[in-house]
């Protein structure tokens, strides 16, 4: 399509969006009517702006489905992710919804040159998380043959990868670089034992310099791809073969920058948080969702001939979210489950580190007469699993012995993981 097209088809799903979205989810309405806009002020592309936002704490706000436009029994799929607290996100989808998901997976795939034939070993997990089924159902849409492995098992992972001769990888950056050094410890030799060309990464961010790592190691292409689950999940956008930036899919996200701050909407080019309007989303239509992740967006035409807008790889987020291989984890989570055991006290420190794989350590203040209650740990260890998915080191210290902050906030996280 040409920009022009795209734009067209973009208006014509805008308008038609905005006013299914009025019509049937009752917070959309009730912003909607707060700021004095109707459905029908939205005449042009950029009329998208006077369109309230839809935060995350406006989804936990309507756990599990308040914000369904449709009936519950027309759902085919639910996912969920973190919350800020307790409570994950609920993500919901119809038929239409997965088989748009599928699509654009199958794009991204597609983009990055995966075609029948290839061997997907896909080592993101499955679950309620949505990067394991995202990339199935990719997989399945370009009719290459996928390996449900999901996450962790290293040793099988690497046999498999070699005796099912896996030509891509799909897995977080992170535990590709560590797969470049647990190969070698495994006494493979990568370029010889492996036939890797593609490797789709994603769900966290990562560098050049980690890229450069994977490919040099595995001899492979490594693409960047991007998702997050309340926009379905992986497949938002995707690096191609110039890898110049991540082309988002203009025809189902129409994608803006602004201020984290004021709100205010950004010229392209220019780096700010990014902002979504999902264009046909059937059971959970979201308009203008602020991700929290900074960006920034290129609109001239990409050298491979793609229209779709681009985005600068993710630089971080203009929020406290700390992704933990892979995994999101909000320290207020951490927080709510430790606030909710007796015999705690009100410090605690959250420590991430880097070795081969990520860690989260949580250090906590309790009276000294539980210092060594193993109990107390093994609670702790087993709410913080429930909560946040994954498994953190416990360690109780004394009170008092947590530092303190005479200014403003407590440091509460140290990430110690390198940068870049
Ligand atoms: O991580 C979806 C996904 C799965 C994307 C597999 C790619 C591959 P969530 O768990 O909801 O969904 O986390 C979304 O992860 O807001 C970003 O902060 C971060 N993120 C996702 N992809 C990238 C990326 C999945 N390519 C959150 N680079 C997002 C940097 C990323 N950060």
């Known amino acids: ?177 560590y797969l470049c050094e647990a190969s070698r410890a495994e006494g493979y030799e990568p370029k010889r034992d492996f036939v890797l060309r593609v490797g789709l990464f994603g769900a966290e961010p990562w560098s050049e310099e980690a890229r450069k790592r994977i490919e040099e190691v595995f001899g492979l292409r490594a ?21 110049n930036g991540l082309h988002i899919w203009g025809d189902e996200f129409l994608v803006e920058t602004i201020a984290p701050d004021t709100g205010e909407v950004l010229e392209p080019g220019k780096e700010g948080e990014l902002v979504f309007t999902m264009l046909s989303r059937e059971a959970m239509p979201l308009l203008r969702y602020r991700t929290r992740d900074l960006s920034r967006v290129f609109e001239e035409e990409c050298a491979c001939g793609r229209c779709h807008p681009r985005i600068q790889r993710i630089k971080g987020r203009s929020d406290d979210m700390l992704i933990v291989g892979g995994v999101n984890v909000f320290p207020s989570q951490v927080e709510h489950v430790l606030m909710n055991i007796q015999g705690l006290g009100d410090q605690y420190q959250i420590i991430v580190t880097r070795t081969d794989l990520d860690r989260l350590a949580v250090k906590v203040e309790t009276t000294a007469d539980r210092l060594n209650d193993p109990k107390l740990v093994k609670l702790i260890n087993s709410d913080l699993l429930a909560v946040l998915g994954i498994n953190a080191d416990v360690e109780l210290v004394e009170l008092g012995s947590l530092p303190r902050s005479e200014v403003g906030k407590a440091r509460r996280v140290v990430d110690l993981r390198p940068k870049g």
């Open 223 to 243: 693409h960047d791809i991007y998702g997050m689950s309340e926009l379905y999940g992986p497949g938002v956008g995707v690096e191609c073969d110039q890898r």
């Open 1 to 177: 399509m040409k920009p022009k097209q795209l734009k067209a088809v973009q208006l014509r799903r805008l308008r038609k969006i905005v006013d299914y979205a009025y019509r049937n989810v009752a917070m959309i309405k009730k912003r909607f009517d707060e700021a004095g806009v109707k459905p029908s002020s939205i005449k042009t592309l950029d009329d998208v702006s006077k369109i309230p936002f839809t935060v995350k704490t406006d989804l936990r706000d309507n756990y599990p489905l308040g914000l369904l436009a449709i009936p519950q029994n027309r759902l085919y799929e639910l996912h969920a992710s973190s919350g800020t607290t307790g409570k994950p996100i609920v993500v919901a989808y119809t038929r239409g919804d997965l088989n748009c998901w599928g699509r654009l997976m199958g794009r991204s795939f597609d983009v990055a040159g995966v075609r029948k034939g290839d061997v997907v070993q896909n080592m993101y997990g499955y679950g309620l998380f949505t990067g394991g089924l995202g990339f199935h159902y990719g997989a399945k849409a370009v009719g290459a043959t996928v390996v449900p492995t999901s996450t962790g098992n290293t040793k099988r992972q690497l046999m498999l990868m070699k005796d099912l001769r896996t030509t891509v990888a799909a897995c977080t950056p992170s535990y590709m670089v």
